[in-house]
T-cell receptor
Framework: ELKVEQNPLFLSMQEGKNYTIYCNYSTTSDRLYWYRQDPGKSLESLFV?????AVKQEGRLMASLDTKARLSTLHITAAVHDLSATYFCAVDLRGNYGQNFVFGPGTRLSVLP | EAGVAQSPRYKIIEKRQSVAFWCNPISGHATLYWYQQILGQGPKLLIQFQNNGVVDDSQLPKDRFSAERLKGVDSTLKIQPAKLEDSAVYLCASSGGTPHGPDTQYFGPGTRLTVL
């Protein structure tokens, strides 16, 4: 059974600081997705990583994928309060019938002034 | 472009009652998903439709949950009878393109179910 782990589960950081969220998974996959969820809201797509070594950047967020290590990272540069949210990674198992997302437990990020 | 629509947004019922949720995916999206998100956890896939056919319902508790997508567009998810542990947010998502493609899944706002 696929396990998707995220570290840390909770992260409190000051504005202006850098930090990295890690997503580890236990089986082979070369497709990984990052989503953001604000309290009481739905999931918003951030990044789609489709191959080993893929790197995507948007604003203060940068995501990467190492399929050999079964690891994805979400790096936050110079955090601002607006980045406070829960971040989920989702691994696509790509079953017989198409996409099969397994989500991690989420990392709850609080950016303090 | 309109997003994924869901209703109701909130529902409170007593255990053993029935409840139904509705989802309208993004226009033209052939694939529709229902997820269950328990507080503090990531979403868990319940069922996946390709057009009006079920392609994966392996994690759907079929003794109490059912879902349909009769015309290949909107979908309903039903719980009958509800249990306390069904309290969660039920998310609908849709994606376009080919079933095995790397398409992003777009999520609706969810229905928050509380079972008392």
């Amino acid at each position: 059974e696929l396990k998707v782990e995220q570290n840390p589960l909770f992260l409190s950081m000051q504005e202006g600081k850098n930090y990295t969220i890690y997503c580890n998974y236990s089986t082979t996959s070369d497709r990984l997705y990052w989503y953001r969820q604000d309290p009481g809201k739905s999931l918003e797509s951030l990044f789609v990583l489709l191959s080993n070594g893929a790197v995507k950047q948007e604003g203060r967020l940068m995501a990467s994928l190492d399929t050999k290590a079964r690891l994805s990272t979400l790096h936050i540069t110079a955090a601002v309060h607006d980045l406070s949210a829960t971040y989920f990674c989702a691994v696509d198992l790509r079953g017989n019938y198409g996409q099969n997302f397994v989500f991690g437990p989420g990392t709850r990020l609080s950016v303090l002034p | 472009e309109a997003g994924v629509a869901q209703s109701p947004r909130y529902k409170i019922i007593e255990k053993r009652q029935s409840v139904a949720f509705w989802c309208n995916p993004i226009s033209g999206h052939a694939t529709l998903y229902w997820y269950q998100q328990i507080l503090g956890q990531g979403p868990k896939l319940l069922i996946q439709f390709q057009n009006n056919g079920v392609v994966d319902d392996s994690q759907l508790p079929k003794d109490r949950f059912s879902a349909e997508r009769l015309k290949g567009v909107d979908s309903t998810l039903k719980i009958q009878p509800a249990k306390l542990e069904d309290s969660a947010v039920y998310l609908c998502a849709s994606s376009g393109g080919t079933p095995h493609g790397p398409d992003t899944q777009y999520f609706g706002p969810g229905t928050r179910l509380t079972v008392l």
